[in-house]
């Protein structure tokens, strides 16, 4: 397994760098797939999705392409999702994100990548692999988006952590209280959660392992009691 969890996607060198490693060749000889359902059902402007395509398309990828889990009969999306070297799971909504994958049927298709593939997750693309992310939307107050979406619950489509992932630590635009709120999500559910800034990333190799982190920023670990066990 090879996948790099982010906050902010490949944000510095550290994190491309380490990227490179898991491909064991350059990027611009390997195919990216970017899937976006997980920011298609907002409303308002979209500029910085384009921005941020545009950054990834400017790391000079042999292909870059982009998808929707929604847009064609599931074949023809898996055959598209098989056809690249990295499968980046892009930010927005991880309850939408995770609904997509499983809706669609393509559940399987993404554990099967996740074997064969190298996996960037950016934000909510990270956040849809803990086993409990059904107890997500009471425990981290997140009911409103669940509501919108018009979703009743949500289920991981491929349940691989006893651990959550949370994003954007410090980043201007986050509650005061976000590492509160975060700590009491822990509790709640009796999880670890990991609290990254956007020059921060996880590492996985071994779902059952410890991730590695890849970090010039700073970061946290809360228990599953929401105490804070480490932090840089």
């Not at 969890?5 to 990227?19: K, M, Q």
């Not at 941020?52 to 023809?76: I, K, M, N, Q, T």
């Not at 598209?80 to 070297?85: F, G, Q």
Request: proline letters at 6%.
């Amino acid at each position: 397994m090879k996948m790099l969890l982010t906050s902010n996607g490949l944000a510095n060198t550290e994190i491309r760098d380490t990227l490179v490693d898991l491909l064991g060749k350059p990027i611009a000889e390997s195919r990216i797939v970017v899937v976006i359902d997980s920011i298609l059902g907002f409303p308002g402007d979209s500029s910085k999705l384009v921005e941020h395509l545009d950054g990834l398309r400017r790391l000079g990828w042999a292909e870059f392409s982009v998808a929707s889990l929604l847009a064609g009969p599931p074949a023809l999306v898996e055959s598209r999702l098989r056809a690249a070297d990295v499968i980046l799971g892009y930010g927005g909504s991880n309850l939408w994100a995770a609904h997509t994958w499983t809706a669609t049927g393509l559940a399987p298709v993404l554990a099967d990548l996740l074997e064969e593939k190298v996996y960037v997750g950016w934000s909510a693309g990270s956040m849809i692999f803990p086993r409990l992310l059904n107890r997500w939307p009471d425990a981290f107050d997140d009911q409103a988006e669940l509501e919108m979406f018009g979703l009743a619950s949500v289920e991981s489509p491929v349940p691989l952590f006893d651990w959550y992932f949370v994003g954007h630590l410090g980043a201007d635009w986050m509650p005061a209280d976000a590492e509160t709120a975060v700590a009491r999500g822990a509790a709640r559910t009796n999880q670890p959660v990991w609290f990254v800034d956007d020059d921060s990333a996880l590492l996985i190799r071994d779902p059952a392992a410890e991730p590695i982190v890849v970090s010039s920023g700073h970061w946290r670990r809360f228990g599953s009691d929401g105490s804070l066990i480490e932090s840089h």
